[in-house]
Every structure is written in C-alpha cells, then in structure tokens.
C-alpha cells in the first residue's frame, strides 16, 4: 500500500498528457447530426415551444404570418370578381334612375314656370269648392299649360294642379267637377309623397322584379282609391 502511494509523480503526468482518444467522425461532422428532439420538431411543428423559460412569448416571425398567393383558390377569385361586377351594375342603375327621375322633376319645374295661371272664373270657383268637399283648406294654385295631356299634380310640399288648355270646353261641369275632385283626393291622401318614396325604394332595389310588380300594383290602387274618395265626396 505505502509502494502504491509512492507512484513517481512523473508516471501520473505521463498518463493525463496522453493524446485524447481520436473520434470516429471527422471534425464538425457531430454538429451537424440533428439532434432526436429537433428531428421531433420539424416533424410536429406543435412541439416548438411558444413561450422560453423566463415566461416572455417569443415574438413570431412577420413573414412567417404572410399569406401564400399561390395557395388561393381560384373559385374565390371567381366569385370576388363577380360579386364587384354586380355592384357595379347595381351602382350604374341607381344612377341612370336617379338622373331619369331628377330630370322629370326639372322638366315639371319648367312646365309651371312657363305656364299661366288658370283665369277662367268657372274653374277659378270649382277648384275651391272641391277642396272643402274633401276637407282641404289650403289655397291650390291651377295652372294651366298645353305642353301636357292629362290633369295632373305637381310637387310635394306645395302641390299645384295642371290642367291641360281647354280643359273646360272639352268637358262637361259634372266630368270636370270629377276630374278636379279626383286630382285633389290625390293631395288629400296625400300621394306626391307617398308616390316619391315608392320611387326611391324602386330605384334603390332595382334589380328585384317583384318590386317593380308592387310599386306598378301600389299605383293602380292608388288611383281606385282616389276615385272612390273622389266620387264619396260627390
């Protein structure tokens, strides 16, 4: 045991400056061996873990957030590009409409400004007396005006009635009591307004027929009403 002990120091540095036992693969070969867990982590990138060890989250790559154009389906396309072409119809038919319906309103608006009071003394009487046979109390202007062919009225918040020229000799006292009681119901139901928004609600909805069926519909019992209303007041 005391022999052991006295090993000469000059052996024991002999044995640690031996040469280090040589590797099998060559130099940086074992670096580049991937490792079990990253081999687990390509395979199921859920593995990856999203939050490191002090409890800070690891901020993602920006580009990996990026969408692959490639990868879209052309099905989708498809439809984007139809669902822009119809807006674009819609759009282009609302303003067509909304010019036709701008456009008749000026050219009304000119007609009562070129035409000429109604003088006539038989109409000029009439008028009043079938406003109060349907309530009305507010003073109607009568025009009257060749450039149209029925009686109409015109305007929504102060309505004028338009009588074509020669209305009076072309009908009798009776007919043309009716034809005034029968425009003045219209104001009475109050119509100008109610015809307006039909239009607006046509326009905007265009494209679906049977809103043109109703408002078409609207309009027919419109004018049955004011004809019973026209007649009740007789």
Not at 91 to 111: P, T
Not at 121 to 146: D, H
Not at 158 to 169: A, F, S
């Amino acid at each position: 045991q005391n022999e052991i002990q006295q090993v000469d120091a000059s052996e024991l540095s002999a044995v640690f400056e031996s040469p280090a036992i040589e590797s099998p693969f060559p130099s940086g070969e074992f670096d580049r061996i991937p490792r079990t867990s990253q081999i687990e982590q390509n395979e199921n990138p859920s593995l990856i873990p999203t939050v490191i060890a002090s409890g800070m989250p690891i901020e993602n790559n920006p580009a990996d957030n990026t969408v692959d154009e490639s990868n879209v389906s052309p099905l989708s396309s498809k439809a984007l590009n139809l669902t822009q072409w119809a807006l674009m119809a819609w759009a282009l038919g609302v303003s067509l409409l909304l010019f036709k319906l701008v456009r008749s309103w000026f050219h009304y608006s000119s007609i009562v400004q070129r035409a000429k009071r109604v003088e006539d003394q038989v109409l000029k009487a009439l008028v009043p007396k079938c406003a109060s046979l349907l309530g009305l109390k507010r003073k109607i202007p009568v025009i009257e005006t060749n450039e149209i062919s029925t009686p109409a009225i015109f305007g929504v918040l102060r309505p004028k009635l338009l009588l074509p020229v020669g209305t009076k000799e072309k009908y009798t006292r009776q007919e043309l009591q009716h034809i005034v009681l029968h425009e003045l119901a219209h104001m009475k139901r109050l119509d100008p307004i109610w015809n307006l928004w039909a239009t607006l609600i046509q326009i905007i909805h265009w494209p679906n027929p049977a809103v043109w069926y109703a408002v078409a519909r609207q309009r027919g019992d419109r004018e049955l009403a004011t004809d019973f209303l026209a007649l009740k007041s007789m």
